[in-house]
């Protein structure tokens, strides 16, 4: 069965500094991936994700990721973080033998500080 | 347009009571799909449906839990004789269940049901 591992619970940051918030998943022959994020009070919003092709995906608000097959991560990145960032950051897989279900890691609570 | 949408957003019982948890998906999405999410982790799969066609009830803890979704819309998660344990956030997303899509689909969350069994 596919696992997440998200290896940060919280990941403090200066405004305006870059981050990247990592993300592991169990190894299997085609995985999807996916990055949510999810604001105080609100439903998870899909930032990006990457079903094939090129290995660096860029979402939305300045996110990009990486797949990288041989390590099994997919690292979220931004160069420059904004005060309205601060969220929790979710990482999800889906496969072929998983069915339609999301399995997601523990998530990543992003705090940027000024 | 509108979002997947849950109701109620808070409730609290007590314990052996049953509870009824609504999600109203996004109009036109064919699949739905229904997730807890303990404290501090992520969602956890219980069930999902295609139209009214519940194809995966894999996470459903146990037989106190069912889900239904009689007219392929709206769907209600049915929790009996509650128990502490069952304390979480209850989430329901819905995707368009287009062919072909299935694994790759986005799927788009509604705000959640926070239950509290006391």
């Known amino acids: 069965a596919q696992s997440v591992t998200q290896l940060d619970s919280q990941v403090p940051v200066f405004e305006e500094a870059p981050v990247e918030l990592r993300c592991n998943y169990s190894s299997s022959v085609s995985v999807y991936l996916f990055w949510y994020v999810q604001y105080p009070n609100q439903g998870l919003q899909l930032l990006l994700k990457y079903l094939s092709g090129s290995t660096l995906v860029k979402g939305i608000n300045g996110f990009e990721a990486e797949f990288n097959k041989s390590q099994t991560s997919f690292h979220l990145r931004k160069p420059s973080v904004h005060i309205s960032d601060t969220a929790e950051y979710f990482c999800?897989?889906?496969?072929?033998?998983?069915?339609?279900?999301?399995?997601f890691g523990a998530g990543t609570i992003l705090r940027v500080k000024s | 347009g509108a979002g997947v949408s849950q109701s109620p957003r808070y409730k609290v019982t007590k314990r052996g009571q049953d509870v009824a948890l609504r999600c109203d998906p996004i109009s036109g999405h064919v699949s739905l799909y229904w997730y807890r999410q303990a404290l501090g982790q992520g969602p956890e799969f219980l069930t999902y449906f295609n139209y009214e066609a519940q194809q995966d009830k894999s996470g459903l803890p146990n037989d106190r839990f069912s889900a239904e979704r009689p007219e392929g819309s709206i769907s209600t998660l049915t929790i009996q004789r509650t128990e502490q344990r069952d304390s979480a956030m209850y989430r329901c997303?819905?995707?368009?269940?287009?062919?072909?899509?299935?694994?790759?689909?986005?799927?788009?969350f509604g705000p959640g049901t926070r239950l509290l069994v006391l």
């Open positions: 997303a819905s995707s368009l269940g287009t062919s072909g899509g299935g694994v790759k689909e986005t799927q788009y």
């Open positions: 999800a897989v889906s496969d072929y033998w998983s069915g339609n279900k999301l399995v």
